[in-house]
């Protein structure tokens, strides 16, 4: 006879086994069933989330109990009782909110035993048809951004060409805003003589949706200040849903002020794309110099060295390594250098092969500028002399690693510096020398953090 009882009372609780997917706003129905099939009519269910006693919703000795409910989920809850006398059971929510997303726990329990089985509620928002601006022009290239605002989750991003096929692009940024919400920023290079039509998609994976905008460029396009803003309309396209934003012809032959305006509008927008916060590993300074505590300024120890015949040999380098390693993408970094008469910048490969040469060259896995006895030279093969009109007193230091490029600038009054040119052999390190003890080379290298900037 026990042996029955206990036959007829066991269960298990099964649930879909599929997350289940809701707007903000909208309602949602959770449900779950007993197996075997039995009645429930006597039974406590519970709905919860995380400990048993964060309540979402309890129905208990026949009725609704409201006393432990989560005041969240207060006046939003509706136990459908329908299918109760055959073990099926479904909670109807109501104005989701995004706090509503994750996992639930479908609880019953009988006089003899209990079972639970686990739900997901993914909650989702589309946010706004894109806005593509063309925001900069760098090295005979535009820049173009695509930002769009409101999603959740983080959204996917893509650019394409005419024929839809995806375009290489950085890859998008994303931060939150104040409502828990997604804000994301996707950047395209383009070439300045592009003649081409450009789309770019924001992609809400959950709810399959996706908002769509796009820009023709006919000619030059080099304005840093054209934004294009866009009013959607809905259509199917197979079973994504995409809002479609208006298509823009720019022709445009408006020359830029390269270098003295190019450089300053392109950098106030790589502050938010290309920025890296570069810090100094401590364990590859040379031992004559001093690295602080927070990582991020070099100078020269207590030693008065003498000053090498050949400032660009290995043997009588004293530079130190950055801790961050490259090898693909584009990353940008700026170093104070104040009143320095010595100094070098630039990046190294990682590789063991630099050590095999005895001279800083791109050949021994060096790219460097350098300042010493008042000449500024790219460590080029050969060296190249570099004329500046202004003493620079902050460099910016640009890698496009796709693109083959390490550049420098002049933050004093935003002229380029120089650009190296090489198929880099592997994983670069940001490295910096700030020349040897004495007078003004006891001021530090400094890079300079994110927040120096804005």
Request: aromatic residues 10%; neutral net charge.
């Amino acid at each position: 006879c026990t042996q029955i009882i206990i036959l007829l009372t066991h269960f298990s609780v099964i649930g879909p086994n599929h997350p289940i997917t809701a707007s903000v706003g909208d309602e949602v129905t959770l449900a779950c069933r007993l197996s075997p099939r039995m009645s429930a009519e006597n039974m406590e269910v519970r709905w919860f989330r995380g400990q048993f006693s964060s309540v979402v919703h309890l129905y208990r000795e026949g009725k609704d109990q409201y006393t432990e409910q989560m005041s969240e989920y207060r006046g939003r809850t509706e136990f459908l009782k329908e299918g109760l006398a055959d073990g099926r059971v479904a909670l109807r929510i109501g104005n989701i909110r995004l706090s509503d997303s994750g996992l639930y726990k479908c609880f019953f329990r009988s006089e003899f035993s209990y079972q639970e089985a686990a739900l997901e509620l993914q909650v989702s928002v589309s946010g706004t048809n894109p806005l593509i601006s063309v925001e900069g022009y760098q090295d005979r290239s535009i820049l173009m951004v695509c930002r769009s605002g409101g999603w959740y989750p983080e959204p996917q991003s893509l650019w394409k060409d005419l024929k839809g096929q995806p375009l290489p692009s950085l890859p998008a940024k994303c931060f939150r805003d104040e409502n828990g919400l997604f804000q994301t920023e996707s950047v395209l290079i383009v070439t300045e003589n592009s003649n081409q039509n450009l789309t770019c998609t924001i992609r809400n994976n959950i709810l399959n949706q996706e908002a769509v905008s796009s820009i023709y460029i006919a000619g030059q396009l080099i304005h840093p200040l054209i934004s294009i803003g866009t009013a959607g309309t809905g259509r199917k396209k197979g079973s994504v849903l995409t809002r479609t934003g208006h298509m823009v012809t720019l022709p445009m032959q408006i020359s830029c002020d390269w270098p003295r305006h190019g450089f300053l509008d392109f950098r106030e927008k790589i502050k938010k794309v290309y920025f890296m916060n570069v810090t100094l590993d401590r364990e590859t300074a040379h031992s004559e110099l001093c690295v602080s505590k927070d990582l991020k300024s070099v100078k020269c120890a207590d030693i008065t060295g003498e000053q090498p015949e050949n400032p660009d040999s290995v043997d009588s380098y004293r530079c130190v390594l950055g801790s961050e390693r490259f090898n693909s993408g584009r990353h940008y970094w700026e170093v104070e250098l104040k009143y320095k008469t010595m100094w070098h910048l630039g990046v190294c490969a990682e590789s063991e092969n630099r050590e095999k040469y005895k001279s800083i060259a791109p050949e021994g896995g060096y790219w460097a500028i350098r300042l010493w006895n008042g000449e500024y030279k790219a460590l080029s093969t050969p060296r190249t002399t570099i004329t500046l009109e202004m003493k620079p007193t902050r460099v910016g230091i640009f890698l496009d690693y796709e693109a083959e490029e390490l550049s420098f600038y002049n933050l004093s009054d935003d002229s380029h510096i120089y650009t190296f040119k090489y198929s880099f052999p592997g994983t670069l390190r940001p490295f910096f020398s700030p020349g040897i003890h004495g007078s003004k080379e006891d001021a530090p290298l400094t890079i300079c953090p994110v927040t120096d900037w804005q």
